[in-house]
Each structure stands twice: as structure tokens, then as C-alpha cells.
């Protein structure tokens, strides 16, 4: 008798290897914050954008007047997911909105690309940080912020667009706008 199982293979699971930005180099990013591209890496780390996520958030995505973003493309569960704009970045997010274009971060006045974002932005700030971090790093401190802030389980699922593991929150706990503003709002700084 063959043992069919044997030979099957599973994918891996979830990357693990993310590494969170500590809060003296997120205080770093908002001491230079006036160096071109560090909004971006600030709106990422405070929105829990994927980064091809954030590059198509346009405009009309955005309403300063409820406060939110929306945007997400990946998943079920992280398409067109509502985003509360954390206070800290809202100044920089309403730039961007009174700029009239049509991105919301744009590099001459085209939707920026992953390879230049990286090349032209990421590295020469990274190198002015002294730090080593990739792109997504960026999901890995929003998540762990909210987490050591004591934010709700599934409002923090909501906000990163990943779909619960317990059946019970996903199908019996139902959150509004304001849990997910206040959970945001739980990150002081």
C-alpha cells in the first residue's frame, strides 16, 4: 500500500522575519521628517498600507472630513478596508490631499513604482537612519504598535486587512469605524 500523504508538500506559512522600526527611529523619521519620502514611510508605518497598497491610494480615496483612508487590494479581507487617520500623520495626509494630484504620494507627478520608491527614497533614508529595514517592516511596526498599545484583536485584523483565525470574533464581533479610530488612537506617539 502507498502512502500518498507522504509525498504531498504544504506551502509555508506566514513570514515571520519582519523587523519593527523602535520608537527612537520613528522619532528619528519625524526629526527629518522634512527629507523627500519620509511622509511616505511615516503614512506607511501609521496606516498599515502594504507598500503597492499605498502607492494606489489616490485622492478621492481619502476624506479629511470623517477622518479615513481607503484603500487595500491584496485580500477578501484587505480589499477597499477603511482606514482611520491617525492624528499624528493627519497634517502630512492633508498636504498631500491639497496638492491636487491625483495620488496620494506621487514622484513627478506619476504613481510612484515599487524599485524607484526603494532605489531613490527607502535606501538613502534608511542609510541616514542607520538602520536596516525593508518596505514591510513598516505592517510589522503598525501591527506590533497596536498590539504592546492594548489595542483589540480584531480591530487590529480590521486595520491591517487580515481576516480573523477565531471564527467566533470573525463571524460574532462586529466593530464600527469608531472602535477602529479609538484602538488607532491607543498609539500615542
Known amino acids: 500500500m502507498k502512502h500518498y500523504a507522504q509525498l504531498l508538500t504544504t506551502e509555508p506559512g506566514p513570514e515571520s522575519s519582519g523587523k519593527p522600526f523602535t520608537e527612537a527611529e520613528i522619532a528619528k523619521l519625524w526629526k527629518d521628517c522634512e527629507q523627500y ?10 496606516t498599515g498600507f502594504r507598500i503597492r497598497e499605498f502607492f494606489a491610494l489616490k485622492l478621492a480615496d481619502i476624506s479629511l472630513a470623517e477622518g479615513t483612508v481607503i484603500g487595500g487590494s491584496k485580500t ?3 480589499r477597499n478596508r477603511v482606514v482611520p487617520i491617525h492624528a499624528k500623520i ?6 498631500c490631499v491639497e496638492s491636487n494630484r491625483e495620488y496620494l504620494v506621487e514622484r513627478s507627478g ?3 513604482d515599487y524599485h524607484s520608491f526603494i532605489y531613490n527614497v527607502w535606501a538613502p533614508i534608511m542609510s ?3 538602520a536596516q529595514h525593508t518596505p514591510h517592516d513598516t505592517r510589522h511596526t503598525f501591527r506590533t504598535r497596536l498590539d504592546n498599545a492594548g489595542a483589540n484583536k480584531r480591530c487590529i485584523d480590521l486595520l491591517m486587512g487580515h481576516k480573523s483565525a477565531d471564527i467566533g470574533e470573525r463571524v460574532y464581533t462586529h466593530k464600527t469605524l469608531d472602535d477602529l479610530r479609538e484602538a488607532l488612537a491607543l498609539v500615542k506617539h
Not at 519620502?37 to 506607511?44: E, K, N, P, R
Not at 493627519?90 to 498636504?95: D, E, P, Q, S
Open 128 to 130: 541616514t537612519l542607520a
Open 90 to 95: 493627519r497634517h502630512i495626509v492633508k498636504r
Open 37 to 46: 519620502g519620509t511622509d511616505a514611510i511615516l503614512m506607511l508605518i501609521y
Open 110 to 112: 506619476e504613481q510612484w
Open 76 to 78: 477578501a479581507a484587505g
